[in-house]
């Protein structure tokens, strides 16, 4: 059998062999394809296309896996439902693997608790040894490696830019001192935030009014390397942020509103790189929802009289396990609140997830596998939806434009920043846009 595979072959079922566990062998032998994932799926419910059910895109592996490595499967592959590894297995790979959002909906509903996005995992990483994987997502990865190795090359550049930020931030604060301080050693907090003022500065105006110890990190929180399904790459994309808060010295380390950056951070990076790291990792949401409750920051819930509804991210809320703390926040700064309905760990995905948003290709599968998501938006009659991650902001605007919902798509703390009272000269943070 192994001289008659070709070189390419041997690579991808080395990839296999080199994932098999008991995890794998669990999940690829205990699904009874009931077809509960199907309903679960807002992918399927969307197109209704069978190789969109969560169970078919892992029955690829399932039946790879059978040919090579399954004693039947060798000797009566027709009998025993295996298949050849080719390069029509190779594109249906592709496609199950990476227009899969990654939402693990049909993990929740599944009687057997199977992971379908780890065994996507799985078919992510022999796509990445056959070199065959979304060309922006492998981009962006890239990008942020080259940073991390260059990162001198644009520190000056960065903090010229910080700067340009402080005399808004001294304006909407009303503190003269008020600042952004960028790898201050000794600081309690590094906070690490996407690329753009919109994810800097409404930070920034908490942290100040609540006096926190903080510094900004030089780097992005956004990982791509995830997306792709590279796992060497995403542990050296976050190691850039684990180096830098050791040499800081710090106690926390705080992601900005991004699903997908809290869960790698928080639940994935210490399995990568086999460290326990000196410092705790929380999302945004933890240290804002405890400035609230204990009287550091003042709101006024008037400032925002319109409804408003959340949406639970999928890697922030199902996978990353944060849901009570961005509603405590919704909830201090707004009259109107509204659950979707369902929410928390059964929300529906927005479908922008999974590296979706990145690939321009897939605007139109999005914008038709987003309508369950646009009903519930629809049947909250909320004008404000509020959600903590870029890529499913991306989405619900595209959503509000396909569908006519006449929302208003804002991240909480931009919320918050409105809803902010400032003491010290009565002066006002106004809302930001």
């Not at 379908?116 to 040894?129: D, R, S, Y």
């Not at 684990?242 to 928080?266: D, F, N, P, Q, W």
């Amino acid at each position: 059998m192994k001289g008659e595979l070709k070189e390419w072959q041997e690579k991808l079922l080395g990839v296999m062999k080199g994932r098999r566990n008991r995890q794998l062998l669990y999940y690829l032998e205990l699904c009874t394809r009931c077809g509960l994932c199907k309903d679960a799926c807002h992918i399927y419910r969307a197109t209704g296309r069978v190789e969109f059910v969560p169970s078919h895109r892992a029955e690829i592996l399932r039946r790879l896996y059978r040919r090579y490595f399954s004693p039947l499967g060798r000797l009566i592959p027709s009998l025993y439902e295996a298949r050849e590894l080719d390069e029509r297995a190779l594109e249906d790979l592709y496609e199950a693997a990476y227009t899969c959002t990654g939402c693990r909906r049909c993990m929740v509903y599944c009687p057997f608790g199977i992971d379908i996005t780890w065994l996507l995992g799985v078919e992510k990483a022999m796509l990445v040894a056959a070199g065959k994987v979304p060309e922006e997502l492998a981009m962006l990865t890239d990008a942020a490696i080259e940073k991390g190795n260059s990162i001198d090359l644009y520190r000056d550049l960065l903090q010229e830019q910080i700067k340009g930020l402080e005399p808004e931030l001294r304006e909407r604060t009303g503190m003269p001192g008020a600042s952004i301080p960028i790898g201050r050693k000794g600081a309690r907090v590094l906070y690490v935030a996407l690329a753009g003022a919109h994810s800097i500065l409404p930070a920034a105006i908490i942290f100040n009014l609540a006096g926190e110890d903080w510094t900004l990190s030089m780097f992005e929180s956004s990982n791509y390397g995830y997306f792709l399904g590279d796992t060497e790459k995403a542990a050296r994309v976050a190691e850039r942020i684990v180096s830098e808060a050791k040499a800081l010295g710090v106690e926390e380390v705080v992601i900005t509103e991004c699903g997908h950056a809290y869960r790698v951070m928080k639940h994935l990076d210490e399995v990568w790189s086999k460290q326990k790291f000196p410092f705790r990792v929380s999302s945004i949401f933890e240290p804002f929802a405890r400035y609230l409750k204990e009287g550091r920051i003042k709101v006024d819930p008037d400032r925002i009289a319109e409804r408003v509804t959340y949406h639970d991210p999928c890697q922030l809320g199902r996978n990353g396990g944060i849901f009570e703390e961005p509603r405590a926040i919704i909830r201090a700064i707004a009259r109107d609140f509204r659950e979707m309905n369902p929410n928390r760990e059964k929300n529906w995905c927005c479908g922008g997830g999974g590296g979706l948003v990145a690939q321009p290709d897939l605007e139109e599968f999005r914008a038709v596998t987003g309508r369950l998501k646009a009903e519930q938006i629809a049947a909250t009659g909320a004008k404000i939806v509020a959600t903590p991650c870029e890529n499913c902001r991306l989405q619900l605007d595209l959503l509000n434009q396909r569908y006519h919902l006449g929302i208003q798509v804002s991240a909480v703390t931009d919320l918050l920043v409105q809803a902010a009272v400032v003491e010290k000269g009565q002066k006002k943070a106004a809302a930001l846009g």
